[in-house]
C-alpha cells in the first residue's frame, strides 16, 4: 500500500509561485505513476499532470502546461508540483495520487489507486 500526504498549498496572486509536495509512505512509492489533479467547488476532478516511474516521462493538462513541472524524488518518496504563473482558475483542491498498475502516465483518475487527503490552493486576482 502506498499513504501520500500533500503540503504546500496555500493562497498566492496571480502571477505568482507555489510548490506541492506529496510525501509517499510504502514500498510501492518507487514502482508506481504519481498523478496530480484538482477539484474545483461544484466541478470534476481534473487531471494536472502526471510522471511515470520506469523513465520519469512527464505528462500534462494542456491548461497548465509551460507553467507547471511535475517531479519526483524517489530517495526521498516524494513528488512535486513547481506551479508557476499562477491564475485565478488554477484555484482548486491539488490531489496526489498513484497508480501502482501503470508503466505510463494515464489521466483518468478512477485508474489511481491511492489518494492524498488534497491541499487547497487559491489564486487571487
Known amino acids: 500500500q502506498v499513504q501520500l500526504v500533500e503540503s504546500g498549498g496555500g493562497l498566492v496572486q496571480a502571477g505568482g509561485s507555489l510548490r506541492l509536495s506529496c510525501a509517499a509512505s510504502?514500498?510501492?512509492?518507487?514502482?508506481?505513476?504519481m498523478g496530480w489533479f484538482r477539484q474545483a467547488p461544484g466541478k470534476e476532478r481534473d487531471f494536472v499532470a502526471g510522471i511515470s516511474w520506469i523513465d520519469s516521462r512527464t505528462s500534462y493538462a494542456d491548461g497548465v502546461k509551460g507553467r507547471f513541472t511535475i517531479s519526483r524524488d524517489n530517495a526521498k518518496n516524494t513528488v512535486y508540483l513547481q506551479m508557476n504563473s499562477l491564475k485565478p482558475e488554477d484555484t482548486a483542491v491539488y490531489y496526489c495520487a498513484a497508480d501502482s498498475y501503470a508503466t505510463g502516465v494515464r489521466d483518468t483518475p478512477s485508474l489511481y489507486d491511492y489518494w492524498g487527503q488534497g491541499t487547497q490552493v487559491t489564486v487571487s486576482s
Open positions: 510504502g514500498r510501492t512509492f518507487g514502482s508506481s505513476t
